[in-house]
């Protein structure tokens, strides 16, 4: 089985070999602090502490832009999700659409952004029937609300949704949106989310919900 993520039997082998083509990119990390530069298999990246870029942003952003926030970050994760996927499929060559989604939860898991747990329900289905339920646990969003005490009354994991849907409309070319449907955060045993095509998630999300009484 592979190591970064948890997914059903039928696509271990998938995530297998997602894993063993990005895991040696990420252990080539490199840091020159004389030069002001941290880079991985040589491309230029940057640090931030989790709970500025949770927590402390949302506060921000919410000041000005008020219950608005959340979509701000969700938006600016879809953009470096989107933008991270079309890096790595062009460093890799990889031209599968599954092989390309699969590489998006394991490069998720070596950013320290969370695992990824993919649930039966997902349907790689490259149309409008694609759909992905998944969890995340162990997320730095969900971590850094709990570990400031914050109340929460609604899910907080707005950059992580934003970078698996934009990581998965670049590897299957689909629109697609990411909804997290529990949250730990708000006392959930688990950080769901449900991706589908945007004209398809309202009625996906009320049917995961009704499967797994939510
Ligand atoms: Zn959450």
């Given at each position: 089985m592979p190591r970064y993520v948890d997914c059903p039997p039928e696509l271990a082998s998938l995530f297998n070999e997602a894993e063993d083509i990005i895991t040696p990119l990420f252990w080539d990390f490199k840091r020159d602090p004389e030069k002001g530069a941290i880079t991985v298999s040589s491309e230029r990246y940057v640090i931030y502490r989790g709970n500025s870029m949770a927590v402390a942003l949302r506060h921000q952003l919410e000041s000005v832009l008020g219950p608005g926030a959340g979509v701000a970050i969700y938006q600016i994760g879809k953009a470096t999700g989107a933008a991270d996927a079309r890096y790595y499929f062009e460093k890799t060559g990889i031209q599968d659409q599954e092989l390309k989604l699969a590489m998006g939860p394991v490069i998720f898991a070596l950013g320290g952004y969370a695992t990824v747990k993919i649930l039966p329900e997902s349907a790689l289905i490259p149309n409008e029937d694609f759909l992905l339920v998944y969890d995340h646990p162990n997320s730095y969003e969900a971590e850094a609300h709990i570990k400031a005490g914050l109340p929460v009354n609604?899910?907080?994991?707005f950059l992580n949704a934003g970078y698996s849907a934009g990581w998965c409309s670049e590897a299957f070319n689909l629109k697609l949106e990411a909804k997290e449907i529990t949250c730990i955060a708000m006392g959930d045993s688990q950080c769901r989310f449900v991706m589908a095509p945007c004209s398809q998630l309202r009625n996906r999300v009320k049917e995961i919900k009704a499967k797994y009484s939510l």
């Open positions: 609604k899910p907080v994991d």
